[in-house]
């Protein structure tokens, strides 16, 4: 399996179990929380994903939120961010998703806090 490693922000961190691997289904949102941090996962095109579970624009619980070609729409009010970078793609979203590091090792997936 193709590991996604987006560069981590504030630090090396150390990788924690968030899930399962077998439990992080394609198209769908997942909440976890990975070292007292509030995390989203997702599967992008086979590969497992991890951001911030808040929205840079109000803060609404990105997993409740829904994917949308290509992107999480965000519940409260629609800003978007592109699951492959995190980038803001849609207003209200000014600022982009920080992104984790993801692996799969063992079984499950691991992001790095």
Do not use: F
């Amino acid at each position: 399996m193709e590991t996604l490693e987006p560069e981590p922000q504030g630090g090396e961190g150390t990788y924690c179990v968030a899930s399962p691997a077998a439990d992080i289904k394609e198209g769908i949102l997942y909440c976890r929380s990975v070292g007292g941090k509030k995390i989203m996962l997702t599967r992008y095109k086979g590969v497992c994903v991890a951001y911030d579970n808040r929205c840079t624009h109000a803060g609404g619980p990105l997993c409740a939120g829904k994917i949308v070609e290509g992107s999480v729409e965000c519940p409260w009010h629609g800003a978007r961010y592109d699951l492959a970078d995190g980038k803001a793609v849609k207003l209200p979203a000014q600022m982009d998703m920080r992104a984790y590091a993801v692996r799969e090792r063992n079984g499950n997936i691991e992001v790095r806090i």
